[in-house]
């Protein structure tokens, strides 16, 4: 924070026109021992414990075979948890596998939340009412395609720099207290206690990672301390045996799982897995056993064959293996959730899709009427000591057709930075993080004297997307022109226009963080620009930085968004933009029937859409594959509902977009999507 001359935070102004602007509310909340063991006293005076004795589970005194998936609380809305929950049940499925995100609870350092989407004991519970057991993934380190690897991002704002995944203090102090709340939380929850969680894994796939033991062992000692000494602790690595020595804790503190490409031969796998586990305590089981695959934005969308996917599982059902499928249901990144990946290099960056719907057997938006559900629910039930339950049928989607939106806003009238006294001042500029902004945009300004041919640009290091803008500084009625795109993945100079200005030029730069890694040695992801801006080779001082605070998942606000006001439309009306300008555009439309339904974005560029108040993610048909976004039935309401979008560059001629009843992953140039080495990165 030193390196900042002048933080003045920009609230009074940023806040106030943005919580005006918008308001993005949240999801409705819902109306060691020889044995690693969980065990109670039921009322009947039986005793009730999960164990691993004879490298088998054991329930209650019989031998069980895990047959899971993985179904993410927070990719679902709450509404629709027990719908998808009955749908695994159906597919034969006796176990939920769950991350718990720590960014979705505790948003901001000190500020936590466990309600709406975030109300993970709800979510709990109503396992437990189903009859499903519990595999919980709680972290503090999730990966799961999702934002930071569900580290909060203010651990990056942290100084001195903590080093995440590691012994050190200062990140260990910080693990404590997030566990210290959480831990609790879940302990009645446990099997012991009549709850459904029968294992709580430890850390993800460390050993893909790294090799710091003394990490693993406090987690551990950290786990015991808040669950009891009974609890089955595990591990899921990657089925190569570097991978198991860096990642597991051998002994019988902590049970040692794998996870291994679709398509090996699994026993090989659990032969290596059973050298990591104490003799007798080591049940063959595949923690993440692959039914698709997971999409970043500009790729093909990602698939696998029905049949292919049942035979490999029917390889580990047949003799007495377990398996948890990843994912059984994979849901939607609302928000800005959404995870990223990088290849060889930080600069190599993929971000995920809105659409975490991964070719899994139950579809995004809940359909199990498909060639991949009824594969593998054919090779369960074959293993399966009762008749599984009936299916349920897909879920109605309803077309609502075409909207017509208007233009409510130009992100720059609202945003002048030269009238703003309260945004952020520093002689280089900094972070997003490191100003208190964690997710969304950031504007970055400064002053320039041009030269009379033009000037060139350049910004060696930008997180993640940046869009350039130039202006008269004396000139706050002019609209900006766009000069062009800087990119974490093709970072080029631009040459910046000579304006004819009285004084100086004043340049813009709309940072968007797309997303941060979430796997990998980089994962220390901070979003902005993050190093000198150079015109013409020198680098170029005083700026001012404006938080664009669009609300993320479960972030409420509670007034009438001004976007809404028929004067401001009045006002734009018949207004052209000529070139790519940041906008805000909104629309009513009015239903008598509540359905799930999709908003196409065919001929849109990129931006945000709110539904209601809601964040239902991003969308960039112009490089695809996703050209629509979920739209779940509860979002919505019988009568007059809301569409905003946040269009980044241009619109739709229209300025339409049209509400159709089905999924849509054809948009822009695609290339494939395939595992990368020996870490499978769906994890």
Not at 52 to 74: K, N, V
Not at 567 to 579: A, N, S, V
Request: glycine letters at 8%; proline letters at 7%.
């Amino acid at each position: 924070m030193a390196r900042i001359r002048s933080l003045r935070r920009a609230t009074p102004f940023i806040l106030t026109f943005f919580v005006a602007l918008f308001v993005l509310g949240v999801f409705a909340p819902l109306p060691s021992s020889s044995h690693h063991s969980s065990q109670f006293h039921l009322d009947n005076g039986h005793t009730h414990k999960f164990e691993i004795a004879e490298d088998m589970f054991w329930r209650d005194g019989e031998p069980f075979r895990i047959i899971g998936g993985d179904l993410h609380y927070f990719r679902v809305h709450p509404e629709y948890w027990r719908d998808r929950l009955l749908r695994a049940k159906a597919l034969g499925l006796n176990t939920i596998q769950t991350y718990v995100p720590w960014n979705l609870h505790e948003p901001k350092q000190g500020h936590l939340v466990f309600e709406g989407i975030a109300d993970i004991i709800s979510f709990l519970k109503l396992c437990k009412e189903l009859d499903l057991l519990v595999m919980l993934r709680a972290g503090p380190y999730i990966c799961g395609e999702w934002d930071l690897g569900g580290f909060p991002a203010w651990l990056l704002a942290e100084e001195p720099a903590i080093r995440l995944r590691s012994s050190d203090p200062a990140y260990l102090g910080l693990v404590e207290k997030w566990w210290g709340v959480l831990l609790p939380k879940v302990s009645p929850l446990l099997y012991s206690n009549g709850g459904p969680i029968v294992m709580v894994q430890i850390e993800n796939e460390f050993g893909s990672y790294g090799d710091d033991k003394a990490y693993l062992h406090y987690l551990v000692k950290l786990a015991r301390r808040h669950l009891g000494d009974d609890i089955i602790l595990y591990t899921t690595d990657g089925g190569e045996r570097e991978n198991l020595e860096k990642g597991t804790i051998r002994g019988d503190a902590v049970f040692s799982a794998v996870d291994f490409t679709t398509g090996d031969d699994p026993w090989p796998k659990f032969k290596l897995q059973k050298e990591f586990n104490a003799p007798g305590k080591s049940p063959p089981l595949s923690t993440e056993f692959y039914t698709g695959w997971l999409t970043h934005w500009g790729e093909t969308i990602a698939t696998t064959g029905a049949v292919f996917t049942a035979a490999n599982l029917d390889k580990i059902l047949s003799k007495n293996g377990s398996a948890v499928l990843y994912m059984a249901h994979g849901g939607t990144n609302f928000g800005f959730y959404n995870g990223a990946n990088t290849g060889d290099d930080e600069s190599a960056y993929k971000p995920d899709l809105t659409s975490y719907d991964y070719d899994a057997p139950i579809s995004e938006s809940g359909d199990v009427d498909n060639a991949k559900y009824k594969a593998l629910r054919s090779v369960i039930a074959k293993y399966s000591p009762q008749p599984l339950a009936s299916v349920p049928s897909n879920n109605e989607k309803v077309a609502y057709g075409r909207i017509k939106l208007h233009k409510s806003s130009f992100l720059y009238d609202a945003t002048r930075m030269t009238d703003l006294a309260d945004a952020v001042e520093s002689e280089k500029p900094v972070s997003m993080e490191a100003i208190g902004q964690m997710f969304g945009f950031v504007s970055y300004s400064s002053n320039y004297t041009p030269k009379g041919n033009g000037s060139v640009l350049s910004i060696p290091k930008v997180h993640d997307r940046a869009q350039v803008f130039i202006s008269c500084a004396e000139d706050s009625g002019r609209r900006p022109t766009y000069v062009g795109v800087i990119t974490r993945w093709s970072n080029k100079p631009i040459s910046l226009p000579s304006l004819t200005c009285e004084s100086k030029n004043q340049l813009f730069i709309l940072v968007e963080n797309m997303g941060r890694l979430n796997y990998g040695p980089y994962i220390f992801d901070r979003k902005g620009i993050l190093s000198p801006v150079y015109l013409d080779g020198r680098p170029l001082h005083n700026w001012k930085m404006l938080p664009i605070s669009l609300e993320n998942v479960n972030e409420a606000r509670d007034i009438n968004p001004i976007i809404h006001d028929p004067m401001t439309r009045k006002r734009l009306k018949g207004q052209k933009k000529l070139d790519p300008e940041p906008a805000f555009y909104s629309g009513r439309f009015n239903i008598t029937k509540v359905a799930d339904t999709y908003i196409s974005f065919r001929g849109w560029s990129k931006g945000i859409a709110f539904v209601n108040k809601i964040n239902i993610g991003r969308f960039w048909p112009n490089v695809g594959p996703q050209c629509n976004l979920y739209v779940p039935a509860p979002i919505l309401r019988q009568g007059e509902n809301i569409v905003v979008v946040f269009e980044l560059e241009s619109p739709k001629l229209d300025l339409s977009v049209s509400f159709v009843d089905y999924p849509d992953f054809t948009c822009g140039a695609q290339t494939s999507s395939k595992p990368r080495g020996n870490r499978v990165l769906a994890s």
